[in-house]
């Protein structure tokens, strides 16, 4: 298992009539756990971080894709975007991923709790123009490692996996069942796609997605032709965190400690990882109907009870706000238009709007203070998240970790994410669990 494990630190310090009692420097951080019904696991692995192109989160788009579809709540803004490609080009992305074993074989993924669907890309798979839909070299895609061979536990008749992107891409394959092996655990004969058609930009290292989301929100539909899908022909199935659950190899839990030293950033599987942390706040996850009448749990969507920053001049507090999503595949925060518009302002100096979703502030700009409350506890944004040096480009200009969303769509991503433990606990719970890293 990649990443180091904190050891406790044993005294051998003679105090006049013996030896002094081992510390555990995690006992503290083992009884917030406990109160919050969590365990601290062996099972965890190292998050690396690579820089892809194009977009900010292909999670936003499946959002807008799901939104057009109309399969959520009707809520449309008429200042929609029609997708990020309007996001300038310099500003590359970064996102996380992990090793993934599939079968005998092990390849990096994207760990992404706003998607529920994982699938690899198959070694003869298609690559199309996304704007043309003319077949191009499979390099064009920019995956990594292509799937050799066929589903190791069999495949699924009559069944395919149908994801379309607003930016542009899409993919298609057929379904089927493998062991899948995530920091030590074996998920057996859990659902996933050999994807053999793909309109993709990918990282040059990731060979796929690892699903992390619920129920509600995977994609397979009856049928081998994806130009017959509908919400009609929609097949719900068990995503991997649930069929962990249900196995019971593990907990049906997931946790991130995201850190941009990928020495410290890690993801844990049935608890959370090693790290030192305070008490954690506990928030249930929300149901939405779709048009259809159905309810159900589709994305990590929680109540935020209020936004606060702070500069050397400013002091704000947005309250009333709509819920959010958690999301590990968008990389920075996706706030109503003013909230973000009033974050930004108060960078030192005040950060530039790009286009109608980013801002861009001088890389060495001084971010506020960002505190979330979730659960009535305050959650710190680290400052070293708040910019991303990793976007730099000529002039001295970083992109800001702060970013408008639409309605339906606003989402804590990676920017939140970073220097906390987030727990995602799919159980007949259904919350998620949020604790500041004090190491």
């Known amino acids: 298992m990649a990443g180091f494990i904190l050891q406790a630190l044993v005294g051998s310090l003679t105090l006049g009539l013996g030896a002094a009692a081992p510390v555990d420097?995690?006992?503290?951080?083992?009884?917030?756990?406990?109160?919050?019904?969590?365990?601290?696991?062996?099972?965890?692995?190292?998050?690396?971080?690579?820089?892809?192109?194009?977009?900010?989160?292909?999670?936003?788009?499946?959002?807008?894709?799901?939104?057009?579809?109309?399969?959520?709540?009707?809520?449309?803004?008429?200042?929609?975007?029609?997708?990020?490609?309007?996001?300038?080009?310099?500003?590359?992305?970064?996102?996380?991923?992990?090793?993934?074993?599939?079968g005998a074989e092990t390849y990096y993924m994207i760990p992404d709790t706003g998607s529920s669907d994982t699938w690899i890309i198959s070694e003869g798979f298609k690559c199309l123009d996304p704007y043309y839909g003319q077949e191009i070299t499979q390099e064009e895609c920019g995956f990594g490692p292509l799937f050799k061979g066929d589903f190791p536990d069999g495949k699924i008749e009559n069944q395919n996996l149908n994801i379309s992107y607003l930016s542009g891409d899409y993919l298609n394959g057929p379904m089927g069942f493998a062991n899948i092996t995530?920091?030590?655990?074996?998920?057996?004969?859990?659902?996933?796609?050999?994807?053999?058609v793909a309109s993709f930009g990918g990282d040059g290292v990731s060979s796929g997605i690892l699903g992390l989301g619920l129920r509600g929100l995977t994609a397979a539909f009856t049928g081998s032709d994806p130009r017959?899908?509908?919400?009609?022909?929609?097949?719900?199935?068990?995503?991997?965190v649930e069929t962990m659950g249900a196995s019971m190899v593990a907990d049906p839990i997931l946790s991130f400690a995201m850190s941009r030293d990928e020495n410290r950033s890690f993801i844990a599987f049935g608890g959370v990882p090693p790290v030192k942390t305070g008490e954690y706040t506990t928030v249930p996850i929300q149901q939405a109907t779709t048009n259809s009448g159905k309810t159900d749990y589709f994305y990590y969507d929680i109540v935020i009870d209020s936004i606060s920053w702070n500069s050397s001049t400013i002091k704000q507090t947005a309250t009333n706000l709509p819920n959010m999503l958690v999301d590990s595949g968008t990389t920075i925060n996706l706030f109503p238009r003013n909230v973000a518009a009033a974050i930004n302002n108060a960078y030192s100096p005040p950060g530039q709007q790009e286009d109608n979703m980013v801002w861009s502030v001088p890389c060495d700009a001084v971010p506020p203070t960002l505190d979330i409350v979730i659960g009535g506890k305050a959650?710190?944004?680290?400052?070293?998240?708040?910019?991303?040096?990793?976007?730099?480009?000529?002039?001295?200009?970083?992109?800001?970790?702060?970013?408008?969303?639409?309605?339906?769509?606003?989402?804590?991503?990676?920017t939140f994410m970073q220097e906390i433990?987030?727990?995602?606990?799919?159980?007949?719970?259904k919350e998620l669990k949020f604790a500041q890293r004090l190491d």
């Open 25 to 102: 420097h995690m006992l503290e951080t083992r009884s917030f756990a406990a109160q919050a019904g969590l365990a601290i696991t062996e099972n965890y692995h190292t998050l690396a971080r690579v820089s892809r192109l194009p977009g900010l989160s292909r999670t936003y788009d499946v959002l807008q894709q799901t939104r057009r579809n109309k399969i959520l709540m009707e809520d449309e803004d008429p200042n929609d975007p029609e997708g990020v490609d309007n996001l300038r080009a310099e500003l590359h992305q970064v996102e996380y991923i992990m090793q993934v074993g599939i």
């Open 182 to 196: 995530v920091a030590n655990v074996t998920v057996p004969k859990q659902q996933f796609s050999i994807v053999n």
């Open 228 to 240: 017959n899908d509908t919400i009609d022909n929609l097949v719900n199935y068990s995503p991997l």
């Open 379 to 414: 959650i710190r944004t680290h400052p070293s998240s708040m910019i991303l040096p990793e976007t730099a480009i000529e002039g001295n200009r970083c992109l800001s970790g702060i970013g408008a969303g639409q309605p339906g769509s606003y989402i804590l991503g990676d």
């Open 421 to 429: 433990v987030a727990v995602f606990d799919v159980s007949d719970k």
